[in-house]
């Protein structure tokens, strides 16, 4: 089944303490991207990727970290995760052109 | 730099009835716009996109929505609303000029609530 993974689902850390959330996608999209979901902001775009080693920041970067080796693959990192970084995030993924994103379930994430 | 407004946080509709749901996005060039729909815990799902051609496009679950350049609109539509239609919609636009651009900003989305 063609898909976007994402691992957690849930997660509930400390402040400080550095994570990862993995994303994978089974299409061989050229194209992923990291959004969080905030209510009231609607979705809002972390990071993206255009294909491997290639990536650059999206609107709300600040805090977080991404790294493309693989095509496939496409985590996030919070290094020293905050309070305000609680949210729900998602990746995505899609192939060259003007095409849709694939959406992953999501992870929220709670820092406490 | 672009941007799409949802006007409606919330929308109760009753079964059977006809829907829309409102989008208005500001753009310079010709946009490519989405309707993604998100079911309460889950991820978005695509409902349908516009790139060129027909202004009214149709897309999954019998929605469907039209492209009005005149008033920076991507309205969606639906003759008769279903109880599985209650979710959230997001309403996106995405850069057209160039496909290395990666820009997709999506609205901030309206609750549909269906009522017997």
């Known amino acids: 089944e063609a898909q976007v993974t994402q691992n957690p689902r849930y997660l509930i850390t400390v402040t400080g303490k550095k994570l990862t959330v993995t994303c994978s996608q089974n299409m061989n999209h050229e194209y992923m991207s990291w959004y969080r979901q905030d209510p009231g902001l609607g979705l809002r775009q972390i990071y993206y990727s255009m294909n491997v080693e290639v990536t650059d920041k999206g609107d709300v970067p600040e805090g977080y970290k991404v790294s493309r080796k693989e095509k496939r693959n496409f985590p996030l990192i919070l290094e020293s995760p905050s309070p305000n970084q609680t949210s729900l995030y998602f990746c995505?993924?899609?192939?060259?052109?003007?095409?849709?994103?694939?959406f992953g379930s999501g992870t929220r994430l709670t820092v406490v | 730099a672009q941007s799409v407004t949802q006007p409606d946080i919330h929308i109760t509709v009753s079964e059977g009835a006809s829907l829309e749901l409102r989008c208005n996005y500001s753009?310079?060039?010709?946009?490519?716009l989405f309707w993604y729909v998100q079911s309460p815990g889950q991820g978005l799902q695509l409902l349908l996109k516009?790139?060129?051609?027909?202004?009214l496009v149709q897309g999954i679950k019998g929605f469907e929505a039209e492209f009005k350049r005149s008033q920076s609109s991507f309205n969606l539509r639906k003759p008769s609303v279903h109880w599985s239609d209650a979710a959230e919609y997001f309403c996106a636009v995405g850069a057209s000029s160039d496909f290395g651009n990666e820009k997709l900003t999506f609205g901030t989305g309206t609750r549909l609530t269906i009522i017997p």
């Open positions: 516009y790139f060129s051609g027909d202004t």
């Open positions: 753009y310079g060039a010709t946009p490519y």
């Open positions: 995505a993924s899609r192939n060259r052109g003007p095409e849709g994103y694939t």
